[in-house]
């Protein structure tokens, strides 16, 4: 745990960055291979999109799936960028303008972003947690768990950045390491002394995580997802896993592991043996175990056995899955050295999270959910929870997202068709993909007696489930949870699940 007095040395590092423009001699490393202009060049701030560029930028030129940044190098010096770094020693830049050459632009702008707002990770308590479902979750249970009067949690995740004094919506479940860092640095001067972060196996490829200080590293869960960009479930884990083995950059002081995950098992035999290991699930062997568990419409019931004795645990989250979760985040506070028994007694007035098993009340009859289960394990879950607790039928809507993993629509097919009633697949974020070719990857996962219908239009399929159900069913509305759009050819069209199902609900009851 960082001490008071590191804070408040750290406030003052803070300050004298906000108040004066930096040398890039104290961001740049002294392995710094020039290629022209020197170190006494002013920096202002770290960039990687040149629409953000103004005077006194460094521009970090990175090379992505979609785009280079060395193809915007005319624009970037228009804005009047003092830096640029790059992977192509061979560019035109003219000479007034510092160029360093770096094979890996994305490593050096985490090493750049950690230096020039003042390594706010070696002073905050910051818990990093990985996992393909339950990050969000986990996240803002532990954040709320955490929190004391006075002392604000700063979050980083994929619904909202909470940042002390305010929160601001998240852009990205793990920003580029030039955005964490400013984000980090806001927490501590609102006054946060931990922070809790989604840590996504896109951020820990992509560098930008690199080198940062985690004082908890936690491990939910790894399923199929991203395979598309990994290539096969080794390569996947093996990104996870290096936020913990050391890869990164610094080892972890402790791992909280799901024990009952095959890959969470792994994980704890190949740790560091000085990396202090704090172990959840149903294992009888895990240090935060769940035993007894009770599922109800309401939430769960379950006996917490811990180093701290046994206890009743009521917590309002829906499923099995969310046992784990709540697991997770009291194993974080164990982890932090906080008081188990005061955070245990916080669980049962948690209010939730945007799109995580949100309910949708406008006095229907009948039951409506909606979640962001958008991978084959986190789709079963969801269904196999609310099968536990529906009377009627169970309606699903869902679709799979464009230009992403193909192998899995064939499985999300199949239990989809084999956990719900009646199944209507539709749009979820086609992206650049044609939507018929996403629906022909999906029907090779149909039985001949499938009960699913395909439905451009998601608008139409939601209605469509909710006139087929009566009271005592439940309808889930899947795959994209909190967010507020459809991703389209590059284009960005307003559509939020929840929204929508509340005024087709009162459409509805008025045609009544």
């Known amino acids: 745990m960082k001490t008071g007095i590191e804070q408040k040395d750290l406030l003052k590092n803070i300050h004298n960055r906000l108040s004066r423009t930096v040398k890039l001699r104290d961001v740049a490393g002294v392995d710094t291979e020039m290629l022209q202009g020197s170190l006494s060049t002013n920096v202002t701030d770290l960039v990687t999109d040149s629409r953000r560029v103004v005077p006194g930028s460094a521009f970090f030129a990175i090379p992505g799936q979609r785009t280079d940044g060395n193809n915007y190098l005319e624009e970037v010096l228009e804005r009047g960028a003092s830096t640029i770094l790059t992977s192509q020693p061979d560019l035109e830049i003219p000479n007034n303008v510092s160029a360093i050459y770096t094979k890996n632009p994305r490593l050096e702008l985490a090493k750049y972003a950690k230096r020039f707002h003042g390594s706010p990770d070696k002073f905050l308590n910051i818990v990093g ?70 840590v996504s196996s896109h951020g820990i490829h992509q560098s930008r995580v690199a080198g940062m200080e985690f004082e908890v590293a936690v491990f939910l869960n790894l399923t199929r997802d991203h395979l598309d960009y990994h290539g096969n479930m080794e390569s996947y884990f093996c990104e996870k896993r290096k936020i913990f083995n050391g890869e990164n950059g610094h080892l972890p002081k402790v791992a909280v592991i799901n024990s009952d995950c095959p890959y969470g098992k792994r994980l704890m035999d190949e740790l560091p043996p000085h990396v202090h290991v704090v172990s959840f699930g149903e294992d009888k062997n895990a240090t935060f175990r769940a035993r007894n568990i009770s599922l109800s419409p309401s939430g769960s019931e379950f006996i917490l056995d811990s180093p701290f004795g046994s206890t009743v645990i009521s917590s309002p989250l829906l499923g099995r899955y969310n046992v784990m979760n709540v697991l997770a985040s009291v194993s974080i506070t164990h982890a932090l050295g906080m008081d188990v028994n005061k955070a245990i007694h916080k669980i049962s007035n948690f209010s939730g999270v945007d799109g ?54 064939l499985e999300m097919t199949k239990i989809a068709c084999a956990g719900a009633d009646r199944v209507w697949a539709t749009a979820d974020n086609p992206r650049t993909e044609s939507l018929q070719d996403i629906f022909n990857d999906m029907r090779k996962g149909l039985s001949k007696n499938s009960k699913l219908k395909f439905v451009d239009d998601r608008r139409r399929a939601i209605s469509m489930a909710m006139d087929g159900a009566v009271e005592g069913d439940c309808v889930l509305i899947a795959g994209k949870g909190h967010e507020s759009f459809q991703e389209v050819q590059y284009t960005a069209i307003p559509f939020d699940d929840r929204i929508v199902a509340r005024e087709l609900i009162s459409a509805k009851q008025l045609a009544s």
């Open 356 to 409: 995580r098993m949100e309910k949708i009340e406008k006095g229907q009859g009948y039951r409506v959910v909606v979640d962001y289960a958008h991978t084959p394990d986190a789709l079963r879950n969801a269904l196999f929870m609310l099968r536990e607790c529906t009377k009627g039928k169970l309606h699903l809507v869902f679709g799979c997202g464009g230009n992403r993993d193909k192998g899995k629509r």
């Open 129 to 198: 947690v990985t996992g393909t479902n339950g990050k969000t979750t986990v996240t803002s249970l532990a954040r709320h768990l955490l929190e004391r009067p006075g002392r604000p949690v700063g979050l980083i995740g994929t619904v909202r950045y909470h940042l002390g004094d305010r929160e601001v919506p998240s852009f990205r479940t793990t920003p580029e390491a030039s955005d964490i860092y400013p984000l980090l640095r806001s927490m501590m001067v609102a006054g946060c002394s931990e922070a809790v972060m989604e």
